[in-house]
């Protein structure tokens, strides 16, 4: 079956980096794009980011853009997401779904991995 396993949260000071992965099995995702949510405590999930397997097109949200880099390494089948210029308001579980095509929607994913906390402190 799919699988999607996040990795690589944790906590960091205001100004810091981290680098998030995916990791997906159980299918070919060559014709599927990748995305990345993150839900804060209290609020709706967030649409962050999301790459396109093949030819790896990508869109951002406006509020990461230029500090946030989705890429992918389609030999591990495994998508990143680079947090640089971290802020406190980046804390939350950042979540990586798999869609048929770049999607907003969370209601456009069909696979979710468990997601990984990210933590800034100020």
């Known amino acids: 079956q799919v699988q999607l396993v996040e990795s690589g949260g944790g906590l960091v000071q205001a100004g810091g980096s981290l680098r998030l992965s995916c990791a997906a099995s159980?299918?070919?995702?060559?014709?599927?794009?990748m995305g990345w949510f993150r839900q804060a405590p209290g609020k709706e999930s967030e649409f962050v980011a999301a790459?396109?397997?093949?030819?790896?097109?990508?869109s951002y949200a406006d509020s990461v853009k230029g500090r946030l880099t989705i890429s992918r390494d389609n030999a591990k089948n495994t998508v990143y997401l680079q947090l640089s210029s971290l802020k406190p308001e980046d804390t939350a579980v950042y979540y990586c779904?798999?869609?048929?095509?770049?999607?907003?929607?969370?209601?456009?994913?069909?696979?979710w991995g468990q997601g990984t906390q990210v933590t800034v402190s100020s």
């Open positions: 779904a798999t869609a048929n095509y770049v999607s907003f929607a969370t209601d456009e994913y069909d696979y």
């Open positions: 159980g299918r070919t995702f060559s014709n599927k794009a």
């Open positions: 790459i396109i397997w093949r030819g790896g097109r990508t």
